[in-house]
């Protein structure tokens, strides 16, 4: 039988809680110890690389493709609380994102006086120690209010049972209209998949599981539990999901309040097709 794969989905808020202090998503992320790992607001500029760091950590590749830029607070100071009060309606002070929309006038005030400022880009991505046979990236339509543009990292990469196509996403917020954009996903998704290979796909996809499940019909979740917000987590926004000949053998979130995501892992089994 073929040895167990352990596999990992986990957003990084680029390194960075609310206030902009530094945090160790790297070490968080080193410490699940995943053949396989979908990183989501993973973080790029002139001097940081947090997926090619984890991946030198753990003997892997890392692919990982910009969904957005703007600026990063690395200086930042607050209290106890891993983000401000009014974060979620106001935005962090750790992450300003202007490639798409400009900030708007409180969010420039913050970024103006935040100290550590560097620009960059916030990108999802794949670490794996397994080998990589493919590589592609699939395009998904912009929705007019989303901040980023959202896109499909799709490997195939080697297995003792063959070939296992791994699909990392961030999805788009429901409000923006991710419905839609779910639904050219499962299209893609069917288009790359055929035959009954062998599929995984992770991410955060910014649905609840329930609807997570509907939508990605022909596919099987991975693991459940809540992973967000990691302090105190109600809601699963972190997915893995599997399809074709893939078992599971056991799953769940991660504990880690590193990010505002916990970690959500899983074992499977790639079994020979046919």
Not at 49 to 75: M, Q
Not at 127 to 143: F, K, Y
Not at 185 to 206: K, Q, S
Not at 234 to 252: A, E
């Amino acid at each position: 039988m073929p040895a167990p794969l352990r596999v990992a989905t986990y957003n990084l808020h680029a390194g960075v809680d609310g206030w902009g202090r530094p945090t160790d998503v790297v070490g968080a992320a080193v410490a699940l110890d995943a053949d396989v790992l979908f990183l989501q607001e993973s973080w790029r500029s002139e001097t940081v690389d947090i997926a090619a760091d984890i991946a030198a950590r753990t003997g892997g590749t890392a692919r990982t493709y910009a969904l957005a830029s703007g600026w990063r607070v690395t200086g930042g100071a607050g209290p106890a609380s891993w983000q401000p009060r009014l974060g979620l309606l106001l935005g962090n002070r750790g992450l300003f994102l202007d490639s798409e929309h400009p900030l708007p006038r409180h969010g420039a005030r913050r970024l103006r006086d935040s100290v550590g400022v560097e620009r960059g880009e916030w990108c999802v991505g794949i670490v794996t120690r397994l080998e990589l046979l493919a590589e592609d990236v699939v395009e998904l339509t912009h929705l007019a209010p989303d901040l980023a543009r959202r896109r499909l990292v799709h490997l195939t990469l080697d297995t003792d049972a063959g070939p296992l196509e791994a699909f990392g996403l961030h999805g788009a917020h429901l409000t923006h209209g991710s419905l839609g954009q779910y639904r050219e996903l499962v299209g893609d998704l069917d288009e790359r998949v055929a035959g009954g290979a062998a599929a995984l796909l992770g991410g955060d996809l910014n649905a609840w599981g329930f609807l997570a499940r509907r939508v990605l019909r022909g596919w099987t979740h991975a693991a459940r539990g809540p992973t967000w917000p990691s302090w105190r987590p109600h809601s699963q926004l972190d997915h893995l999901f599997v399809r074709g000949p893939v078992g599971v053998t056991g799953g769940g979130p991660v504990l880690s309040t590193t990010s505002d995501h916990r970690p959500m892992a899983a074992a499977i089994v790639v079994r020979p097709a046919g």
